[in-house]
């Protein structure tokens, strides 16, 4: 039951309860009204408490960097070139 359907039955108890002024003989409407806001209210704390445990914060680990260098290091044209490898890892996969 989400909050529009909870909020309809607070209303439609509360004119059940407080504005007709009926009388059935075997149901007694004010009871009846009493009964639908009750249900209303109970929907309604129901959905805002699985709605506030749908927005919890999630807290993300830093991206590890490990940079692994070559051992030997290659020559051309006279100038020193580092190759390097890098592997990011994105957090929540496995190590």
Known sequence: MG???SIFLIALGAIF???IDANLGW???HVVGWVLML???VGLLL???FWNNRRRTVVAAP???RVVAQPTVPVQDDRVVREEYREVR????PA
């Open 3 to 5: 909050i529009g359907a």
């Open 17 to 19: 309860a407080f504005a």
């Open 27 to 29: 149901l007694d409407v």
């Open 39 to 41: 249900v209303g209210v």
């Open 47 to 49: 959905t805002m408490y």
């Open 63 to 65: 991206v590890r960097e």
């Open 90 to 93: 994105r957090p929540g996969y």
